[in-house]
Structure formats: C-alpha cells, structure tokens
C-alpha cells in the first residue's frame, strides 16, 4: 500500500507542477504598460515527442541539472510534457527532465512579476498628484489582479 501511495504522489507531483506553472504563463487580465513589456524575457517555445528527444535537445544546449555555477539556462518553454515523461522509471533522469523543462518558465514568470513590481515602486514613489489617469488605472488593474484589498493610494495598502 505504502508503495502504490508512493508511486502515485510520483506520478502525480510533476502533473501537479506542470499544471500550475503552465497556468502561470496563461494570458494576464492585467494590462502591462509597453515599457514593461520591452522587459519581458521570450521564451522559445519547443516540441518534443519523446523525453529522450528533451533531453537530446538540453544536451546540445548544454543545459544540465543540477546546474553548474555560471550554467546559462536557455530561454525556452516546452509546450508540453513529452508524452511518455510518465515511462520514464530512472526518478534522478526524470527530475533532471521536469527541472530543466520548468526553469527557465519560473524564471521569466519571476522576471514579469518584479518588472510589475519595480513599476508599483516607481508609481508608489511619484506625488500622487502627479500620476496620469491611465498609471492610476494600471495600479488599480495590477491590485485587482493580485486581488489587495484596500485602496492603493493609502500608506497602509501600498507597504502590505
């Protein structure tokens, strides 16, 4: 029993994660301003058929996991699992696989939110009589999207 549980939470984590990373890159509701989205990182998106053809693909990159120090994580986003990631039995091969697949999608999902951010800081830091209708708008959008409570224009919400 302890190992069907098992083989099951193995089976099911890496679904788990790709679902909730891929929702991350899911179209935003928030429009970001053009300065912003000069920012952004683009991803490469790439399709495999087989887990054997990523890891091909990563190892003409160079890309490893774990990663070396200095490594370079190339920009690029699976479109989706190969689809016989779940064959695959080697657990050290397939974390290799699953890490090196989701990476560089974390890492451009990261650069979104603390370009989004650095903007806030930026708006946050100007005398709000001086902020355009359309920066009061974006504000009001970015704290609907991440769903703050509270006006944006009082000291409390802005520090929460």
Known sequence: MKTQTYK??????PLVMVAFMLSLVAPRPVSIP???LELRVELK???VRT?????AQF????????LAEGA???ALAL????????????VKQKKSLFF??????????????EDIRAHVVELFGKDATLITESERRWLNAVAAYYKVRGDVRQSNVRQA
């Open 100 to 113: 090196r697949a989701l990476l560089p999608i974390v890492l451009a999902e990261n650069k979104i939110v």
């Open 51 to 55: 887990a054997s053809e990523l890891a």
């Open 34 to 36: 053009a300065s912003i």
């Open 72 to 74: 370079i994580i190339p």
């Open 8 to 13: 099951l939470g193995a089976f099911l984590f």
């Open 79 to 90: 479109q989706v699992l190969p689809s016989d990631f779940s064959e695959i039995s080697d």
């Open 45 to 47: 998106i790439i399709n």
């Open 59 to 66: 190892d003409r990159l160079n890309y490893h996991w774990p």
